[in-house]
């Protein structure tokens, strides 16, 4: 266990931290326009960084050991079939979940 001022300690350098990211985007650059080329590579962002949060839950679940299991990835297939075909995030949402809990209940997972 980490020690309690320790926690307090790492919390608020983490929030120091993340102020000063935003702030350096937000204060210092706020009102100057950005370079062309930095604004077409921030669209990406969010793009990048969902995949990212998600791949490890699909590919190495730790409700299953870290083993692949095929429930994780029919719903992953479906969430991103149903997002290219509607375009819509939340209809996305809703296939992969449904696909998710229905195959673990069909699986007995």
């Known amino acids: 266990m980490i020690d309690r001022a320790d926690l307090w300690i790492v919390m608020v350098l983490l929030g120091l931290g993340t102020y000063?990211?935003?702030f350096s985007?937000?204060?210092l650059l706020g009102n100057r326009p950005l370079?062309?080329?930095l604004v077409r590579s921030l669209r990406?962002?969010?793009v990048a960084v969902m995949p990212a949060l998600v791949a490890p839950a699909?590919?190495?679940p730790?409700?299953?050991g870290g083993q692949m299991d095929p429930a994780r990835l029919a719903a992953a297939g479906a969430t991103v079939l149903v997002g290219?075909?509607?375009r819509s995030m939340m209809a996305a949402i809703f296939a992969g979940g449904v696909v998710l809990y229905g195959l673990l209940w069909a699986l007995g997972g």
């Open 62 to 64: 730790a409700a299953t």
């Open 25 to 27: 985007f937000l204060g």
């Open 58 to 60: 699909v590919l190495w």
């Open 84 to 86: 290219y075909v509607t």
């Open 35 to 37: 370079p062309e080329w």
């Open 44 to 46: 990406y962002t969010a």
């Open 20 to 22: 000063v990211i935003r």
